[in-house]
Nanobody
Framework: QVQVVESGGGLVQPGGSLRLSCAAS????????MSWYRETPGKQRELVAS???????NYAGFAKGRFTISRDNAKKTVYLQMNSLKPDDTAVYYC????????????WGQGTQVTVSS
């Protein structure tokens, strides 16, 4: 059984920073692409950033230059460092992991609320 747990959300003032974490545990052989998405009411869930096993990263336009995705394969954990946060970044952030166990499938984290407000 695979579990995916997120942490690190919260309330921050505009211009501030937050670091999100997403850790997988269980009978896992390997993890492929690790991604962060976000969702706000009335909008479709959108990709924020992704990182491949090779370390290759991909960012949405709004995230470039402000957000950094990284991974620790030994800890089966992906991080999202968010700097220069804006009120428009307020959303529930979800991690998505491509897990290779008995089968290959993707798992979502439970979501963590990020609120940017003064």
């Amino acid at each position: 059984q695979v579990q995916v747990v997120e942490s690190g959300g919260g309330l921050v003032q505009p211009g501030g920073s937050l670091r999100l974490s997403c850790a997988a545990s269980g009978d896992i052989f390997a993890i492929g692409v690790m991604s962060w998405y976000r969702e706000t009411p009335g909008k479709q869930r959108e990709l924020v950033a992704s990182i491949r096993n090779s370390g290759t990263t991909n960012y949405a336009g709004f995230a470039k230059g402000r957000f950094t995705i990284s991974r620790d394969n030994a800890k089966k954990t992906v991080y999202l460092q968010m700097n220069s946060l804006k009120p428009d970044d307020t959303a529930v952030y979800y991690c998505n992991l491509e897990v290779i166990a008995v089968f290959k499938r993707t798992y979502w984290g439970q979501g963590t609320q990020v609120t940017v407000s003064s």
